[in-house]
């Protein structure tokens, strides 16, 4: 009897542990048009257009907060200081030891593996990890082709950003000049919180030039000099929240602007 009572309570640790956390939502795969059209105001010309397939993910609603990084990591680099704030000056190397420590944490077989500056991805892995590009912005559009998931043109009451460059010569609108509180604006449709605007976000690709032509869950360029991150911040003009913008740095950089949301695999 004492031998099935602890079978069961194995069983039910690791039930516990698989499962999602409640502020993550499941994003469900499909086909979308990755990039900008030529018309898009603010395009740049590694925007191009092409058809890609992504499978099912999990995403969490919200950016890691100061709060959940300093429970995890023992510190808070945040510049803005703020349990629901979200964490920034965290270098892409921060962001992804963050995810193998949280995995571990949780039971979770960990995605990465880390020799010195390579990082190599375990894409059979259960933990958590960042979204690629191509998940990312499917995520972002939530449906939309238009330059937002909000339409062809977003306000600071739809997202935190420098309202004094608007987008597309739109009215101005406020700078409030820090990060604010995750969720503080409407989500999309698929319920995800500040995907424009907070703080830039960390992905998995290298920020290098993506094939052309139809892919099915594209990891970007096998190298590169910076890897990837999206969404915009707090402090950029409102052309940079667009859903196909592409930015890039250092992975081992890190500012103000620059936070991370995680994934895991469905």
């Known amino acids: 009897m004492k031998r099935l009572f602890a079978v069961f309570l194995l069983f039910l640790s690791a039930l516990v542990y698989t499962q999602v956390p409640d502020d993550f939502v499941l994003i469900n ?12 105001s603010g395009r740049s010309s590694s925007e191009y257009q092409r058809q890609v397939t992504v499978s099912s993910f999990y995403m969490a609603k919200y950016e890691v907060t100061q709060a959940e990084y300093q429970e995890l990591m023992n510190v808070n680099p945040g510049f803005f200081k703020g349990p629901l704030l979200p964490v920034e000056q965290v270098t ?6 963050y995810c193998n420590r949280r ?12 020799n010195g500056q390579k990082v190599s991805w375990d894409m059979e892995a259960n933990g958590y990890r960042l979204p690629t590009e191509a998940e990312w912005e499917y995520a972002c559009r939530s449906g939309t082709s238009t330059p937002f998931f909000t339409g062809n043109n977003i306000s ?14 739109s009215p101005r609108g406020v700078y409030r000049e820090k990060t604010t509180p995750v969720g503080s604006f409407v989500p999309n449709s698929f319920g995800i919180f500040d995907m424009h605007g907070n703080v830039g976000e960390w992905c998995w690709d290298w920020n290098a030039e993506y094939e052309r032509g139809e892919q099915t869950d594209p990891h970007g360029a096998a190298s590169g000099v910076y890897r990837v991150f999206r969404g915009g911040s707090w402090n950029n ?27 895991r695999n469905a």
């Open 29 to 40: 795969g499909g086909t979308f048009i990755m990039g900008s059209p030529a018309n898009e």
């Open 92 to 97: 892409w190397f921060d962001a992804v030891e």
């Open 103 to 114: 995995s571990e944490k949780e039971g979770l077989l960990p995605v990465y593996t880390v």
């Open 156 to 169: 600071t009451s739809e997202a935190n950003y420098d309202g004094n460059r608007p987008y597309n010569n």
């Open 237 to 263: 003009s409102a052309d940079f929240l667009r859903s196909a913008r592409r930015s890039g740095y250092s992975p081992s950089g890190s500012g103000y602007y620059l936070g991370f949301r995680l994934v």
